[in-house]
């Protein structure tokens, strides 16, 4: 049953996001219920469908559209209600959603009961495409190089493609945002806290504008500032160099895969260290190999640098 509550509600939203994006605000304005309540941060509260309706026809003489949710989450709460909650971004605003309450009416189909969302961001005019992606850098930091911690196989060939890429988004004044781990254990064997190891290697560091994103653990979405931060930025896709393959390369391609963005790897901008399991050895070049190879059955598309380039030249 909880499967089923699950796909109807996915389903009701599918459907107000195709009436949005092709402009029937009077079909969007429909799927609520007459004593709906729709709360709009920094806006206000609205209460009633005239009240909500209004909010909407001016909303729309804006011209919005390309509405898509991210990271939708449906929690279902009994037979006839659930509430779903998501990230979403469109052609001038993005924000939160923290609560679409979805009831199931006498007619079979599902309302909107309560709508509680937030725009983070609201652009005088639409975002252009080349802006949605993201230069992503994973953890360039002193410990992974010649002299670190951890020196990893490549690095030093990792990095310089990293500075091309990074040359070319700040060229073009396209996002970019740095990822820093830091570990909380003064013992741990790099990235420990107030040790140079962890900085940002130099000809990478990031300038004013640039988004540093500091996380704990290897997954960068985990109780960090990068969702946040690519929703303000409206970002679509995620451009990804840096360090470990198997592991915080790995694991971010696949956590933004599963929230619905896009994952680009410049794979000649990967660096991995060697290692042993049991009576197996591998090289730094294998272990990246491998690691890419398992994104391509994971979402991700890879690329070189030089590829990207001319592409997006």
């Not at 007459?34 to 709360?39: F, G, I, L, S, T």
């Not at 209600?81 to 189909?109: R, Y």
């Not at 781990?181 to 990235?191: G, L």
């Not at 690691?291 to 380039?309: C, E, H, R, V």
């Amino acid at each position: 049953m909880t499967q089923s509550i699950r796909q109807s509600v996915m389903q009701a939203s599918r459907d107000w996001i195709a009436d949005f994006n092709r402009g029937d605000t009077q079909a969007c304005i429909a799927r609520y219920f007459p004593e709906a309540k729709m709360q709009v941060s920094p806006f206000g509260r609205f209460d009633g469908l005239e009240a909500i309706a209004q909010f909407w026809l001016e909303f729309a003489e804006s011209k919005p559209g390309e509405l898509v949710y991210r990271n939708i989450e449906i929690k279902v709460l009994n037979d006839k209600q659930a509430i779903l909650s998501a990230n979403w971004s469109m052609n001038i605003a993005s924000g939160f959603i923290t609560k679409e309450l979805w009831t199931l009416a006498d007619d079979g189909q599902w309302y909107l009961e309560e709508d509680d969302f937030s725009l983070l961001t609201q652009l005088e005019a639409p975002l252009a495409n080349e802006q949605r992606s993201a230069l992503i850098l994973v953890d360039l930091q002193n410990d992974y190089f010649p002299g670190g911690r951890f020196e990893l196989e490549g690095i030093c060939d990792a990095n310089k493609v990293a500075k091309t890429m990074l040359t070319h988004f700040r060229a073009k004044h396209l996002p970019v945002i740095h990822i820093q781990h830091i570990f909380e254990d003064d013992n741990a064997p790099f990235f420990a806290p107030n040790t140079t190891g962890l900085e940002i290697e130099n000809s990478v560091a990031p300038i004013e504008a640039e988004s540093v994103i500091v996380k704990h653990q290897i997954d960068s979405f985990i109780n960090t500032a990068l969702e946040q931060t690519l929703v303000e930025l409206g970002i679509d896709k995620l451009v990804i160099v840096g360090a470990m393959a198997q592991a915080c390369v790995q694991t971010i391609c696949r956590s933004a895969v599963n929230k619905g963005y896009e994952c680009e790897v410049i794979e000649n901008g990967i660096a991995a260290p060697t290692l042993e399991y049991e009576k197996h050895s591998f090289s730094g070049a294998e272990i990246v190999a491998a690691n890419l190879l398992s994104l391509t059955f994971g979402g991700a598309q890879m690329k070189t640098s030089q590829a990207w380039l001319a592409q997006n030249s």
